[in-house]
Nanobody, 126 residues
Framework: QVQLQESGPGLVKPSQTVSLTCTVSGASIRTETYFWNWLRQPPGKGLEWMGV???????WYSPSLKNRLSISRDTSKNQVTLQLVSVTPEDTAVYYC??????????????????WGQGTQVTVSS
């Protein structure tokens, strides 16, 4: 059974870069079975799809974030990493890693995803 665990700094200052890690267990991140997604939910708002990386290492990004967002992977640690640069308070959210067996860009339908991490809070504040 695939399990996902997000980790990150918690509090970040404006203009800094936030790096989050999703540690995957129960499956290799190189498998063609899953696409590894990042989503976030700001306080009082709905889910926002951010981007995805495939088992082959190809990545796709939300058009609204592509200039600030990078998703990469460390196959030796079986981890997927998100980097978001030049953060502002509007980037404050709970960030989720989610695995899906199909690729539907920008999907925020929870049932589309087979497995979710528990989420990690990122607060952008000076």
């Amino acid at each position: 059974q695939v399990q996902l665990q997000e980790s990150g700094p918690g509090l970040v200052k404006p203009s800094q870069t936030v790096s989050l890690t999703c540690t995957v267990s129960g499956a290799s991140i190189r498998t063609e079975t899953y696409f590894w997604n990042w989503l976030r939910q700001p306080p009082g708002k709905g889910l926002e799809w951010m981007g995805v990386i495939s088992g082959s290492g190809s990545a796709w990004y939300s058009p609204s974030l592509k200039n600030r967002l990078s998703i990469s992977r460390d196959t030796s640690k079986n981890q997927v990493t998100l980097q978001l640069v030049s953060v502002t308070p509007e980037d404050t959210a709970v960030y989720y890693c989610a695995a899906a067996k199909t690729f539907i860009m920008s999907s925020t339908t929870k049932d589309h995803y087979d497995t979710w991490g528990q989420g990690t809070q990122v607060t952008v504040s000076s």
